[in-house]
């Protein structure tokens, strides 16, 4: 049986796409969403008769808090993130929560900072929005933890490397008749301008080359903030029959 993806909450400006991945017997949830989202979360599976205690998968794309929030809903899934991921995201939080410059901090991970018109103050009411919304409970236990480079995803999952909004960001591709990328935040949303509150990107040019690159397969994408999409393929980035059928 193939797996069927169904997105459980779109992603808005502020929170994320939640994704269920099933085949009927197995569910699994990528990116579990702000954790103010719990209650919508719950509802949503609920709607599909599915329990906390039947997802037996967490995969994050990130670890962005509005990507992760609610992985304890889950006691009996593995989750799985990427281990340099977690270690760059436990560095910066526990950098940027024990200063008093947060806008320091943030150079030192961010190092595209200064080419942004972003103030001081912004960064420092986004460090407190952070420590608001950061708790490593919520991630939910290190016994539950698999890291994806060590460990291989259900078959039929692709793991994709997708850098550029983190330095090691991830997505992944659901295959089958119809392939589906579930993006995160490699893809935003369909729209490149679309107004998302979230973290600038790690590195600006790694950003864009990724997104072009997922946008170039013509596959279904579901994003970090937005609804669901099918790119369309310029003539140049279609293979050679699809260009001629086209004439």
Partial sequence: ????????????????????????????VVDTGLSIQESALLDALARRGIAPGDVDTVINTHLHVDHCGNNAMFPRATIFMSRPEWSWTQSFYGALFGSRKPEDVTREFYPEIDT????????RNVARMARMFWDERRLGTQTQFRFLEDTPL?????LLATPGHTPHHVSIRVTGSAPIVIAGDAVLAEDADAKVKTMIPFSRAQFASTRAALLATGERIVPGHGVAFTPALQPDAMPPAARKSQR
Avoid: F, K, Q
């Avoid at 942004?116 to 960064?123: G, L, M, N, Q």
């Avoid at 259900?154 to 692709?158: E, F, H, Q, R």
């Fill in 154 to 158: 259900p078959l039929g999952l692709d």
């Fill in 116 to 123: 942004y018109d972003v103030s001081a103050r912004t960064i």
């Fill in 1 to 28: 049986m193939e797996w069927r993806v169904e997105v459980l909450l779109v992603g808005t400006g502020y929170s994320s796409t939640c994704t269920l991945v099933t085949d009927g017997s197995r569910h699994i």
